[in-house]
């Protein structure tokens, strides 16, 4: 009998194992979609562990669209807002469910928290869960440092490292201290100047109006406020006194995205690229003396031509007085060791997968 039936047989067996084994991947591969400011983007990661933070990107889009520009005019999202962002979720979504055969539950969307101050918000909801019977959830503002640190750190670093994230507005981070039985505190750190407003800073400084665009006015203006730079991180550091016994400086954000593009002039594919201080000296050096070779590389580089047309000199060397000025300030630094967080795109993706892992401890 089972001589006559052995081919049907090993057909169900192979039948089984090929289902079992493709179950078994669904449930480590996660889809994110983040309704952002300038734009909505899509990840699919295959996470092998997520304690290491070992993963593999299977999968990225970026779609453009400037819908925080309304919200902060007018207050509320367009309709053709609210029409584009639901068609660009519905067919991404349409593809990631076709071409990596998701678990549901492992499909996650959020929006920025400037999405929080958009009067008809509640109407882009309606309009996504219409598309595509999924929610979102809008990020707190409050909880957005947090969400940093939990996916921007390794969780296996988590009571060893700190992080500090160079935004436009604002500098943020925090680090992760053990209490006791097994319980663990978000200590957040936050500095009020990021590219941004600290080029805008530098500028007021101008007293004449018709140099502001002058490059030697803006470097030396740039330099003298350096002083007041420094005692506003010294005031941040020295209130976080546990920070000098961190062994691992995670850095993320525009600033230090440019820096690794620029300097290394390289496709790094390690999801953390290590820094040395020397290095971030030398960069600043070529920044504000040697600015050609940066135009000059631009013109045969891509990514080094996407950051000099997201920033011009002056934020670059804005960006890097405050990378610079965080990290001289961190104590013990020749002990320490720095990394880039090269994918931040997928930062409050990993931050989802670790609240959802037995493995992880979050509860901070």
């Known amino acids: 009998m089972f001589k006559k039936n052995k081919p049907q047989i090993l057909f169900f067996i192979l039948l089984s194992l090929f289902f079992s084994i493709s179950s078994f991947s669904q449930k480590n591969v996660y889809a994110g979609i983040e309704i952002g400011r300038r734009a909505i983007k899509v990840s699919v990661l295959e996470v092998n562990n997520i304690k290491k933070a070992d993963y593999k990107i299977l999968y990225f889009a970026n779609e453009r669209l400037s819908l925080a520009d309304h919200i902060t005019a007018t207050g509320a999202l367009t309709q053709e807002d609210i029409n584009k962002t639901g068609v660009i979720i519905f067919d991404q979504l349409r593809k990631i469910r076709k071409d990596f055969k998701l678990l549901e539950e492992n499909i996650f969307i959020v929006a920025a928290p400037v999405f929080s101050s958009a009067s008809n918000i509640d109407a882009l909801k309606t309009k ?7 929610t979102f959830d809008i990020i707190d ?13 390794p969780p296996v670093d988590y009571a060893n490292a700190l992080l500090l994230d160079i935004g436009a507005k604002s ?3 925090g680090y992760i201290e053990e209490v006791n039985d097994n319980k663990l505190e978000f ?30 006015v803006y470097q030396e203006k740039s330099f003298d406020f350096n002083t007041v730079l420094r005692k506003k991180i010294k005031e941040m550091l020295d209130a976080n006194p546990l920070l000098a016994k961190k062994e691992k ?86 002990k320490k060791k720095m990394y880039f967080v090269k994918e931040g795109q997928v930062t409050w993706l990993i931050s989802h997968i670790a609240d959802r892992s037995k493995k992880v401890n979050t509860n901070f």
């Open 141 to 153: 503002v409050n909880e957005e440092a947090k969400i940093l640190v939990k996916g921007a750190i």
């Open 249 to 334: 400086i995670y850095l993320s954000g525009g600033a230090v995205w440019a820096f690794s593009t620029l300097y290394y002039d390289e496709n790094v594919k390690d999801h953390y690229v290590p820094l040395t201080m020397e290095d971030i000296l030398e960069y600043d050096a070529i920044l504000k003396n040697n600015f050609n070779k940066y135009n000059n590389l631009a013109k045969t580089n891509k990514e080094a031509a996407r950051v000099l047309s997201t920033y011009d000199q002056t934020y670059l060397i804005s960006a890097n007085n405050i990378l610079l000025s965080c990290v001289e300030g961190i104590p013990n630094l020749e």
């Open 171 to 173: 500098t943020r981070g």
């Open 128 to 134: 996504v869960n219409s598309l595509t019977n999924k």
């Open 187 to 216: 200590i957040p750190l936050e500095l009020d100047f990021g590219t941004t407003t600290l080029t805008d800073a530098v500028k007021k400084t101008v007293a004449n109006k018709s140099q502001t665009n002058d490059m030697a």
